[in-house]
């Protein structure tokens, strides 16, 4: 499958989810083809990965959400690569790396992916946040008055 992002681009995700990133992560990916397409590129290399997406077929290292958060606890997956899933109602203490290959606008969602990774965890003393995107620098909340 191609990559719909250029090879250089997903040779810098790996490089650098290599150097900082944990045992276990979730990458936000912005289609259902870049998360299935990551984790393709990301098992092929070694890491063993999943997509997680509204169309789970099985396919392309997709699995569905129990089952990929599942194996992500138990170590068995490095990073699952998700799709307009996973924002909230998740509660994976153990992630200890967030990933953001998509854009996000939204302050909330932006709130909601980051904090997948800031659940307190025996022998974890932070998470890693590898922001390929620049969404941090639109993350800014203007209260309403």
Known sequence: ????????????????HAKLGGERTLAFCASIRHAECMANFFTARGVPAAAVHSEQTGANHAL????????????????????????????IPSLDTVMFLRPTESYVV?????????????????????????NYKRAHYLPRL
């Open 64 to 91: 569905d959400r129990s089952t990929a958060i599942a194996e992500l606890e138990r170590g068995h997956l490095k990073a699952v690569f998700a799709v307009d899933m996973l924002n909230e109602g998740i509660d």
């Open 110 to 134: 932006f709130l909601q992916q980051l904090g997948r990774g800031l659940r307190k965890y025996p022998g974890k003393s932070h998470c890693t946040v590898i922001d390929f995107i620049g």
């Open 1 to 16: 499958m191609e990559l719909p992002v250029p090879q250089e681009r997903a040779d810098l995700i790996l490089k650098h």
